[in-house]
């Protein structure tokens, strides 16, 4: 007999749900909104969960990644009354074992949940006679759920020897986790190949890849092997695959399928036998529609695909990375290591990280520099940058949470138009103004430094709106 959770606003599908797990032998609990479905699979030992899409306090998908790392890991059936390809694509894509609708047939719901119910119960049964063997992840921090599916991905991967894609933005460790399907293969005692193909020469790009025989071209003197013949044995990790030249795709295709190459200018073929991880932040489909990057190498590069997210979207792990690092470049500069105020992660937290890990990283070794022997860092001791986003876009939400609610009121009752917007840009500028001179300390060089504004005019703005002036 199996556990299950019903997360649904609706009585009447609470109850139809509930008669079906029944029917079929199983306990069910049902939960009204999302916070205590949340509550309750954190609590119990579910193997199921039904999850509606439009509840009273949330979208169900948003909420689905935090219900699968609940502590026994159901496996979730999305339910929504309005159908979306969109929607469906996100659950599947977020680890859902389904998306139906809620009209579907009893048959059609009682099948989902018998086929996710063998699924669970096989997978459970595997991992309890399978060795638990601890992830080689260097340098890859952090545990949110976010991750942690990412991890997962690469434990999945690195068992095999088939073609593994990484996507993900710009900074957000791309190489970090190459290497780590590396290092959790058996091919982690030999080598792994870097190829940067965005810096690949065109004119050079078949020599470097193949390699090449004495006087094969003007200046080739000897001989030398490619990259490809150096992953011998082990793993070739072809770095932004989408800026491979496209003449170049055809012949790398065949040496994928055959693990064989004929070095430029030689007489024989050679081969190779490595594994092959691909990672770029492009649009491979949209590039094979455009015609610049072939279908079928896609075929070839994509067996499993790890998509990483970016910095903003696993904010859980800001602190652990921050201490890590902190530590990190106190230890590499013979600092003595170094603590925090609240507001110094609260505003690595706020910001966006537009350059994701490689910027954060960056980032926390300026700081810690900038501070030197200072024993604790504050928000003042991270780039001047990083502080007024986060500054402008508090204001941003201060302005909007301050508007009141639209409310239908009688004509005659309006401001005239010039009054009001005189009314909620004098707000707004003096909202600026108390986030300006709170950031700034009160230091009107600073404050003008931030602002852009003349020392003349902060000051008559701070005496028009009846603020501290500093002596």
Known sequence: MAKILIIDDEETVCESMSLVGKRAGHETSCARTLAAGCQMASAGDFDLVFLDVRLPDGNGLEMLPRLAQAPSKPEIVIMTGFGDPAGAELAINSGAWDYIEKGSSVKDITLSLVRALEYRKQKLSLSAHQEVVALKRESIIGNSPALNACLDAVARAAVSDAGVLILGETGSGKELFARAVHQNSKRSDKPFVVVDCASLPETLVESLLFGHEKGAFTGAEKARDGLISQAHGGTLFLDEVGELPFATQKAFLRVLQERRYR?????????????????????????????????????RLSTFVIELPPLRDRSDDIKELARYYMDKFCEHNGLSPK?????????????RWPGNVREFINTIERTVLTAREQPVLFAQHLPTQIRVQVTQSAVNRHETSAAPPAQPSPRAELPKLNDFRDNVYNQAEKRYLCDLMSLSQNDIATACNLSGLSQSRLYALLKIHDLHRPT
């Open 339 to 351: 603590g925090s105020c609240p507001e110094f992660m609260e505003t690595l937290q706020a910001y």
């Open 263 to 299: 070095p430029v200018g030689g007489q024989r073929e050679l081969e190779s036998d490595f594994r092959l991880v691909a990672a770029t932040n492009r649009n491979l489909n949209q590039m094979a529609e455009a015609g610049t990057f072939r279908s079928d190498l896609i075929f």
